[in-house]
């Protein structure tokens, strides 16, 4: 059986992928989560968790939040990890700017599992066509929801009405979802 591990920075981000994973893996794919305490705890305990890790067909996921990092220069850090730690085919995506981000890339599906109506209509504005390039998207998704946005509750909801088609305004969110399919068909 074909194992998929996900290395995450926080909570929210598994909560996330449990609504999409479903959607995109066949059922017999086994999901595993390493939920890490922050960018930190994840930089510094990644390569020692990987390397520990030795069951066959196993694939891994690093998914990070740039911030205000420069996103090449994190990707390569974690690749590094990932090819000290004896994975080098471990998959590496940066969230642009922040988890958030994807949400304003669908205010449909944040309109539907928030329940705040008016959202989808503003996704052609100049403000969410690239919600990649906000540097406050979350400040900005609890906004336009009337703080009706939480952390970990918002993931579980609006990951449920995501759309996969491509048609998501994120790119960062896109290439998740792409690259995801490409490793599991390989």
Known sequence: MT???FCLEEESAKFLLEGILPRILQP????????????QDLQSQLGRRLKGWLAPDTHFVVLHDQDS???VTLKARLKDICNEAGKPTAMVRIACHELESFYLGDLGAVERALQVSGLARQQGSRKFRDPDALNNAAQELKKISGKKYQKLSGSRLISLEMALDGTNKSTSFNQLCAGIRRLIAA
């Open 3 to 5: 194992t998929l591990v």
């Open 28 to 39: 017999q794919i086994d999901i595993r989560f390493l939920v890490f305490e922050g960018k």
């Open 69 to 71: 990092g420069d996103c």
